[in-house]
């Protein structure tokens, strides 16, 4: 039994259903021996992820697999010579199919395959740079792998089993009766509950507007994932809408997102389908193009304007100016800027709302974040404090802002000598005008950790310090009025830095006296043994030691 598919599209869960079911797919030698047949034959100079067999330019020189033939056939005989149904389960496996099929001649395949936005979601949350840098790479490695899947499937129909993992999650049941009636295989009924991830493999509801939005921007790979639907022996097909969804329409919106956007058109379409996705009042959205050059991104824009998305153009003026052009244009009375590479997630608009609607006198409602790429999970915002935000900036751009807070405070300051730091001079002003900042305990956003970021480029060259004079100054009204306030709050976070620093001192200094008490207990007890056997080695020299064997021995000759 082999299975095979695209990374991050199931073959984990496949593996583990089959093993409820007795069949053992987990070989970490033909892991280690197609890791390295792929090393072999992709270009160390090229971009990509060569464990995976993927660089930019897609070849693969399939004649270096030929080196590994003894040993593919030594291990393969190791494997035949047990009596148990055995296999293994690799995405590498796709890549070499047509290596393995002659070498296999009773070997079932079974191909697994996955919605291609949700292996790109997928990739993103591992971590990996190249993903990160390059998102478009996580569409061309689906459509590298499923090209292969779909080819050796229409080659080998009797001796394949195509599966969707969209549709094993949802219709478990059909994928048992699959396994009974074409394998023969039983006994997988408790194995799914057990064995599923769900933040790896959480399912999107039919209609979400992510299916129609990668089919409108990534035409092959929509098609090539019909042609699986249609091929497949249980088929995703029905579980993905396929049409773009309707733009949202800008009268009577008591919300205006805006999105500015510089050549980050892959991670573009996901921002635009959270914003679909999330937010449940009335909401228009604007995209607000600063110049951007990519040529993918022209193509991403020029599909959402065809399909009457609002995308307004400017020259490549900064990340304020684009903020500032959709806040101008925004026609309802709260706006929330979206970083493009970023994603909203569902409520925090509506509660957002909600407050702004019943507390006049609050200008802007931020929540907490959750973290991917780099970093993943939840990062905990603070509570909204004065002195702290006087000090240093922890909210994130990505809050609902009243449009006349953002007015009263002249908006996001482009003349800044550094991008990076809008925000942080935004709800400075803001407060500055009188006008509260709220917090609500939830998510109201995704926020993707990735390298090269703006906030890492702030960090060096003395531009940190450039920026916090020219923050102090520009505030200093503020900053004098709450000197007091702000001399305490760095008192206070000195104190404990090292009050922190004694504990870890005090901690440091414990766990020595612990492992140096331990090292002389382990001495004495050492020297202790030692005493022992030197009495014993002692004992079995004396002539009543040997008296005694010779008496055990006659004992038992006597059966006694």
């Known amino acids: 039994m082999v299975v095979a598919g695209a990374p991050r599209s199931g073959t984990s869960l496949?593996?583990?259903v089959l093993a409820d079911a007795g069949v053992r797919c987990e070989d970490l030698d033909v892991l280690d021996l197609q890791r390295r047949m792929l090393l072999a034959a992709t270009r160390a100079d090229e971009e990509g992820h060569r464990d995976w067999g993927f660089t930019e330019s897609g070849a693969l020189e399939e004649g270096a697999f030929a080196a590994f033939s003894d040993e593919a056939a030594a291990l393969l005989a190791t494997r035949n010579a047990?009596?148990?149904?055995?296999?293994?389960?690799?995405?590498?496996?796709?890549?070499?199919?047509?290596f393995w099929e002659p070498r296999l001649p009773h070997a079932v395949f079974v191909l697994v395959y996955r919605h291609p936005w949700q292996v790109a979601d997928s990739l993103q949350r591992l971590g990996l740079e190249t993903f990160l840098r390059h998102p478009e790479h996580a569409y061309r490695m689906w459509e590298l792998y499923n090209r292969r899947l779909l080819a050796f499937r229409r080659q080998h129909r009797e001796r394949t089993l195509l599966v969707s993992c969209n549709a094993l999650l949802r219709a478990p049941a059909r994928f048992r009766a699959l396994l009974a009636d074409e394998l023969g295989?039983?006994?997988?009924?408790?194995?799914?509950?057990?064995?599923?991830?769900?933040?790896?493999?959480?399912?999107l509801p039919d209609d979400d507007p992510l299916g129609g939005l990668v089919a409108a921007t990534h035409p092959s790979s929509a098609q090539l994932l019909r042609e699986l639907d249609e091929e497949a022996d249980l088929s995703s097909a029905g579980t993905w809408r396929e049409q773009l969804p309707p733009a949202p329409v800008a009268s009577g919106s008591r919300v205006s997102v805006v999105i500015p956007c510089f050549d980050h058109g892959e991670l573009l379409i996901e921002a635009v389908a959270s914003v679909e996705r999330s937010v449940?009042?009335?909401?228009?959205?604007?995209?607000?193009?600063?110049?951007?050059?990519?040529p993918r991104t022209l193509e991403v824009l020029a599909t959402l304007r065809r399909a009457g998305y609002r995308i307004v153009d400017q020259d490549n003026r900064g990340l304020a100016t684009a903020r500032n052009e959709g806040f101008a244009l925004a026609q309802g009375p709260y706006v929330l800027p979206l970083d493009a590479d970023n994603r909203l997630l569902p409520g925090f608009v509506a509660e957002a709302a909600r407050l702004l609607d019943e507390r006049p006198a609050v200008g802007v409602v931020y929540g907490?974040?959750?973290?991917?790429?780099?970093?993943?999970?939840?990062?905990?915002?603070?509570?909204?404090?004065?002195?702290?935000?006087?000090?240093?900036n922890f909210i994130d751009a990505c809050a609902l802002v009243r449009k006349d807070a953002w007015s009263d405070a002249g908006g996001f300051d482009a003349a800044m000598p550094a991008p990076g730091w809008e925000d942080w001079d935004l709800w400075l002003g803001i407060v500055g005008h009188g006008w509260q900042i709220e917090r609500l305990p939830q998510a109201g956003f995704e926020y993707?950790?990735?390298?090269?970021?703006?906030?890492?480029?702030?960090a060096g060259g003395g531009r940190r310090e450039a920026m916090t004079h020219y923050l102090a100054k520009k505030h200093?009204?503020?900053?004098?009025?709450?000197?007091?306030?702000?001399?305490?709050?760095?008192?206070?976070?000195?104190?404990?830095?090292?009050?922190?620093?004694?504990?870890?001192?005090?901690?440091?200094?414990?766990?020595?006296?612990?492992?140096?008490?331990?090292?002389?207990?382990?001495?004495?007890?050492?020297a202790e043994l030692y005493s022992w056997q030197e009495r014993v080695r002692f004992m079995e020299g004396t002539r009543a030691w040997r008296w005694r064997s010779f008496a055990l021995r006659l004992r038992g000759a006597v059966g006694l």
């Open 82 to 98: 047990g009596d148990a149904r055995w296999g293994w389960k690799d995405p590498r496996t796709t890549l070499l199919l047509d």
């Open 368 to 392: 907490e974040r959750l973290e991917l790429g780099l970093r993943s999970g939840p990062a905990h915002v603070p509570a909204f404090s004065l002195p702290t935000l006087l000090a240093s």
């Open 14 to 16: 496949m593996a583990a």
């Open 280 to 294: 449940t009042i009335p909401c228009e959205l604007i995209v607000v193009n600063d110049g951007s050059r990519e």
């Open 185 to 203: 295989i039983g006994g997988a009924d408790g194995a799914l509950e057990g064995v599923l991830e769900r933040s790896l493999f959480h399912d």
């Open 476 to 526: 200093g009204e503020l900053y004098d009025r709450h000197l007091g306030e702000l001399l305490v709050h760095v008192q206070d976070c000195v104190r404990r830095l090292w009050q922190t620093t004694r504990e870890r001192e005090a901690a440091g200094r414990a766990l020595a006296e612990v492992q140096a008490d331990s090292h002389a207990q382990q001495v004495a007890m050492d």
């Open 448 to 458: 993707r950790v990735r390298p090269g970021s703006m906030i890492d480029r702030l």
